[in-house]
């Protein structure tokens, strides 16, 4: 594995931006006005999926089609007016954001989330200029299925061996796992115990990816200072 094959694949929720919260916030609010109520431990234990894979565990049920796209569509529009406001950076991230693209290494948002969401958080920090692609997987087989790692491995044209996947979710981490790729997980929502299948687990980003990167056998990212 060489530095110069290397790329970074991102997931968004829980790891660039800390949106539990707004997501679970927006799930009741939805739910609620389809009159349904959200247990907050089955939220909790499914945070990382995509929503047609979610609605049905969040209901215990499988719905109909029309209402789960009613529900997608009330909760979305409702998240994407109230995120730009209510949501933070995972502190740190964008150390590693930078560190990468002044490697010049590719790197991609590999979310769950639909390509709507992504766009809008991202324009609302302006971040896009890190990124080299941006891969939604709401239409594609849930994590931990690895369709959405592997879709954007192929878009950067990188094979799987030499892909980090950086994740905070254990549907996440399986999906990395599954997809073939090296995966370092954030504990942002989710303890350090829960996230050991990961091949590296992180408290936040206050060390520096280069450090990582080198204990897990990619050698250092390369030196810009020249």
């Keep these: 594995m060489t530095e110069q094959k290397l790329a970074i694949l991102w997931d968004m929720d829980g790891t660039i931006f800390d949106t539990k919260e707004c997501h679970y916030a927006t799930w009741v609010y939805a739910l609620e006005k389809f009159g349904f109520n959200l247990r907050r431990e089955v939220y909790d234990a499914n945070f990382g999926r995509n929503n047609k894979t979610l609605i049905p565990l969040l209901l215990g049920f499988q719905p109909e089609e029309s209402l789960v796209n009613a529900l997608i569509d009330e909760k979305e529009g409702y998240f994407r007016q109230i995120a730009p406001e209510e949501i933070a950076l995972v502190p740190g991230v964008e150390s590693w954001l930078i560190e990468v693209k002044q490697a010049q290494i590719p790197q991609a948002v590999a979310s769950s989330a ?46 799987p061996k030499n892909c980090v996947v950086v994740e905070d979710a254990i549907p996440g981490v399986k999906a990395a796992i599954n997809a073939g790729m090296t995966c370092i997980a954030v504990s942002t929502t989710c303890t350090i115990a829960d996230l050991l299948l990961a091949d590296h687990v992180v408290k936040d980003f206050t060390k520096p990816l280069s450090e990582i990167l080198n204990y897990l056998g990619f050698g250092h990212l390369p030196s810009t200072s020249a």
Excluded at 121 to 146: I, R
């Design 114 to 159: 639909p390509m709507e969401n992504i766009t809008t958080l991202l324009s609302s920090f302006n971040l896009q200029h890190y990124f080299n692609a941006f891969v939604s997987g709401a239409s594609l087989a849930a994590k931990p299925e690895p369709d959405v790692f592997l879709e954007t491995a192929k878009i950067l044209g990188r094979s």
